[in-house]
C-alpha cells in the first residue's frame, strides 16, 4: 500500500485535528509532501510536527489567508496534486435560535473556505499537476437534513452543489483534474466543541462532549482510509456510511412525488 502518492503534494485544511489529521497522517504514509492548514497555532504546530509536515495557520473564511496557503506551497514545493478543502465547523440548534451571526461563522467557514480554496487551487492544480484531483469536505448534512442542522446544512448542501458544478465544468473543457464531496455521517472529532475558535468568543472552554459510543460512529482513521481509496480512484462522491442511504431516498421520493403530483396540470 505504500508509496501511492510518492512524489504528490498534498494540502489538507483543518488538518491539526480530526478526520484531516488522520488523511494528512495517512498521506504521509503513502509519501505524498503534506501542507497542513489550520486556525489554532499551538495545534497545528504539534500536528505538524507529529506528521513530518509544513503547517501554515490560516483562516479559510479569509480569501488572504487561503492565497497566502498556495503561496507557501509552491514556494515549498513548486507544485500541487492534491487538496482537501476540509477545514469545518458546526452550530447546531434550532432555527429559531440561530443569530445572523451564527450562519456567518458557520457560513463563512463550511462553504467561504471552499469556495475561497476552490478560486486559488484551481488553477495551481490545472497547471502545475497532469492528474490533480480536489476533495471538499461536505457531510451527510449536504444530502439530507434534520433538525437542528439549519446553518450547517446550508453550508454543507452549497459543498455538495459547488462541487457537482465543478465537476461538469471541468469534464466539459476536458480538465485533467477530477474533484469530489466528501459526505461524511457520525465521526469521532472535535467538530462539536469547534466555538472554541469562533472569532470573539470570550468565555471558558467547556469540556468536551462526549461522541456515542455506537457502532455507526466511525474513527477519523476510518474514515481517511476510505477517503484515500476513493481519492485513488477519482470518485466524485465519497461515502463513508452507507447506511443511510435510505435516508437519502427518502428525501428523494418526497422530491419525486411532488413532480408526479405536478405533472397532471402540465399536460
Known sequence: MSGRFAGKVAVVTGGASGIGYALARLLRQEEAAVVIADVEQGALDRAADQLGAAGVLTDVSRAVDVEHLADEVMRLHGRVDLVVNNAGVARVAPFDELSQADFDWVLGVNLGGVIHGMRTFVPLLESTSADGYLLNTASIAG?????????????????????????????????????????????????????????????????????????????????????????????????????????????????EAAFAAAAPSHR
Not at 470573539?200 to 482513521?221: E, F, I, K, M, Y
Request: glycine residues 4%; positive net charge.
Open 143 to 255: 444530502v439530507r437534513n434534520g433538525p437542528g442542522l439549519a446553518a450547517y446544512a446550508a453550508s454543507k448542501f452549497a459543498v455538495v452543489a459547488l462541487t457537482e458544478t465543478l465537476d461538469q465544468e471541468l469534464r466539459a473543457r476536458r480538465s485533467p483534474l477530477a474533484v469530489g464531496v466528501l459526505l461524511p455521517a457520525m465521526v469521532r472529532t472535535n467538530i462539536a466543541d469547534s466555538e472554541r475558535n469562533r472569532p470573539g468568543a470570550h468565555r471558558p472552554a467547556a469540556a468536551p462532549r462526549s461522541v456515542p459510543d455506537r457502532a455507526d460512529v466511525l474513527d477519523a482513521d476510518v474514515v481517511a482510509a476510505i477517503t484515500v481509496e476513493a481519492i485513488l480512484r477519482r470518485d466524485l462522491y465519497v461515502v463513508t456510511h452507507p447506511e443511510t442511504v435510505d435516508s437519502v431516498r427518502a428525501r428523494h421520493r418526497r422530491i
